[in-house]
């Protein structure tokens, strides 16, 4: 990882702490897990935050490579993403179109379930996070349904802990669909960014402990 993929990762992390959607303690996931750390990314939630999250995502996306056509959000988190990371990309000089979907279909005005510009070419889906993996897989389908083709996935954050089987759900997202699966941060990067953060370290030894008891190998 260069130089330059390492600082926005850690200012990243630096930035979801300080809004407090990175937070430390015990969190019971929906795996039953006790974790020692919790993401909720709905807390971005005010004009700046949101600007600044799409700047990161962008970031990620960039340092990638993947190319793409355009960018999809699945509903509801997946919505506003969308809008703020084309803007960013926008203004790196990448313009790009950007659609998401209703819940349910409309049945008048422009109908259908799909909102903004019409799927086509090789799309970037937009999320959170990947847990079970249910929004991306939905999100394919319709992409597909739409006869264009799923490039990638961006999340703000892979866990990198084992589901159901050996595997992460990244790891099974990627398996599965056949997409690599863009994170601004990971567990990984997260451990390394405590490790230069005195006011944290308590925290360190359960995350530790806990990357030990449920990781995945990411090599």
Known sequence: MSDQALDFTQQFIAFAIDKQV??????????GRLSPYFFNAGLFNDG??????????????????????????PAYKGITLA???SIALARRGINVPYAYNRKEAKDHGEGGT???APLKGRVLIVDD???????????VEMIR????????????IDRQERGLGSLSAVQEV??????????????????????HAPELATFQPAIEAYRNEYGVNCA
């Open 174 to 195: 990627e398996q599965q669909s056949g997409m690599p699966v863009i994170s601004i941060a990971s567990l990984s990067s997260l451990i390394d960014y405590l490790k």
């Open 114 to 116: 799909i909102v903004g």
């Open 145 to 156: 349904a739409a006869g264009a083709t799923p490039a990638a996935v961006a999340i703000a």
């Open 22 to 31: 990175l937070r430390f303690g015990e969190f019971k996931t929906k795996a």
């Open 129 to 139: 996070v990947i847990s079970a993996g249910t929004s991306v897989r939905e999100s």
């Open 48 to 73: 700046e935050s949101l600007m600044k999250l799409g700047e990161y995502y962008a970031a990620a996306i960039v340092q990638s490579g993947i190319p793409f056509d355009m960018l999809f959000g």
């Open 83 to 85: 809008a703020s990371i």
